[in-house]
């Protein structure tokens, strides 16, 4: 499936606010509304996406899509920018207006209808409460929820009703009946570069198409006006919720093992020689433990050793070989209560930390299970130097949730835990593939563009803090990792 963007238009409600700017990129809460479209298409399995674009093109410039350009968006409207992209109309394709806000939610009720032509219709009042009902573009269902008309000057007696949501689904039979008709609106219709979607939409009704209504009860904002506007940054929340960059371990799981950093040893080698235990039977716990690799490579310098392993992810850890009969729990680090005080000589959390929601708890809980002398080695990777601090936290915005750690970061949690004799070492991975990193992540592929796009335009000083290496479509470089350990 498909979907189709319409942001050609220079009208904006809401230009005393934001400015003059097309109303797609209307910012809410350091996110615009053609991000938040983009983040729930993606959500819902499209990535096949259009724009059609117009005043003011050039600062509508989202990597991983297509654009095309209504350059007479002045003298046009909406259902000319739609045929704009008319290459794009020959499959299953969603068509969305530039300036709607929806929920994850919203968009999957109309995706899913059957019909040829799905129209999404608002049937709440809130939606419009403030509003000039007469400025609205008002759909009318019958019994079964087709479509009677679209109309601007309502006469809604007996009639169930609603507002058209500017979402619009048609299946591949469904476009073959948008063309056709449009083909003999343009001809019989001498206005038809001005007409709206919704006149057209009543053209194809009245020519004895059925064309379906779905009803959306929440989840959804057209921005008409201010009022609409701070309606939007007040259910921010509701919105921001469905289409946020989440950490989704089942599809990682199915590729991190090909992450080069995962296999490389050096950190591994880093972490055992801060190890430097005596125990003759040590029992260790690795925090995050993942597809294993941190206890493989303990288990096989320390064969007596007694390991376990906790991590939120059952999908990570099924990936672990039987063979190391390792103890296994899904748990979070945040809360150890399968384990006792005293209980282990060594815990390890490498790449897990920049994961945890509320440090000073995992790191009273780690000290918790430490035996007295008992030794916790953390290693996580950092930015390279302070400068390059903010590039790193806005790319990694993309991927996850993350903490971004400074090495004086991890000696304090250290410290302000009561662990001693603070150690560290550093390790420089080099010719680090961007794609290879990027490829296996399981982000998303628009935001696997985006953090592309940072690092192809990155300033020359933050090239040479990573010293880039551009090979092609790939950049290799070097990447830093701290190791950090203390005792109790």
């Known amino acids: ?99 709607v806000a929806f929920n994850k939610e919203c968009l999957e009720r109309i995706i899913y209808s059957k019909k040829d032509i799905s129209l999404g219709i608002a049937v709440s009042l809130e939606n419009y409460k403030k509003e000039n009902i007469k400025n609205l573009e008002m759909s009318y269902l019958d019994p079964d929820n087709n479509i009677i008309n679209i109309n601007k000057n309502p006469n809604h007696k007996n009639e169930t009703y609603g507002q058209f949501t500017g979402i619009m689904k048609c299946s591949k039979n469904g476009i073959d009946i948008i063309k056709n008709n449009y083909k003999y609106f343009s001809i019989y219709n001498k206005n038809y570069k001005n007409a709206l979607i919704s006149e057209f939409i009543n053209n194809i009704i009245n020519l004895g198409n059925k064309i379906f209504g779905v009803v959306i009860e929440s989840g959804w904002i057209k921005i008409n006006s201010i009022d609409d506007y701070y309606k939007l940054k007040e259910s921010y929340d509701e919105f921001y919720g469905a289409y946020k960059t989440r950490t989704d371990w089942a599809v990682r799981s199915e590729m991190y093992n090909n992450i080069s950093w995962v296999n490389k040893e050096e950190t591994l080698d880093a972490m055992f020689e801060l190890c430097n235990n005596s125990c003759t039977n040590p029992k260790i716990l690795d925090i995050g ?95 390279p130097n302070k400068e390059t601090l903010e590039f790193y936290k806005e790319m990694f915005k993309y991927k996850e949730d993350r903490n971004t750690f400074l090495v004086d970061d991890l000696i304090n949690l250290m410290n302000d835990t009561g662990l001693r004799k603070i150690t560290t070492r550093t ?39 990573y010293k880039m290496e551009f090979v092609g479509d790939d950049i290799l470089m070097e990447w830093k990792f701290i190791v950090v350990c203390g005792i109790k």
């Open 1 to 99: 499936m498909k979907a189709i963007i319409l942001a050609a238009g220079n009208r904006n409600e809401v230009s005393e606010i934001v400015g003059n700017i097309p109303k797609a990129l209307i910012e809410i809460n350091n996110t615009t509304i053609i991000e938040m479209q983009l983040n729930i298409l993606h959500m819902c399995g499209i990535d096949d996406i259009s724009i059609v674009k117009g005043y003011k093109e050039e600062l509508i410039d989202i990597p991983g899509v297509k654009y095309y350009y209504n350059k007479d968006y002045e003298l046009n409207n909406i259902l000319y920018s739609l045929f704009c992209a008319e290459k794009e109309l020959d499959d299953d394709v969603i068509i969305i207006y530039g300036d």
């Open 427 to 465: 390790i420089i991975n080099k010719g680090m593939s961007m794609n290879n990193w990027l490829n296996n992540s399981g982000v998303p592929y628009r935001n696997q563009d985006i953090i592309r796009k940072m690092h192809f335009e990155c300033s020359k000083d933050i090239q040479k803090s």
């Open 289 to 383: 433990v993942g597809t294993g690799k941190v206890l493989k490579y303990f288990k096989n310098k320390i064969n007596n050793a007694i390991c376990y392993g906790i991590d939120i992810s059952k999908e990570m850890m099924n990936k672990i070989d039987d063979e190391y009969e390792f103890n296994l729990l899904v748990g979070n680090v945040e809360e150890l209560s399968e384990f006792g005080n005293d209980t282990f000589d060594i815990v390890t959390a490498r790449m897990s930390f920049h994961h945890v929601k509320n440090l000073k708890k995992a790191m009273s809980e780690v000290y918790r299970v430490l035996k007295k002398d008992g030794k916790f080695i953390i290693c996580e990777g950092v930015p």
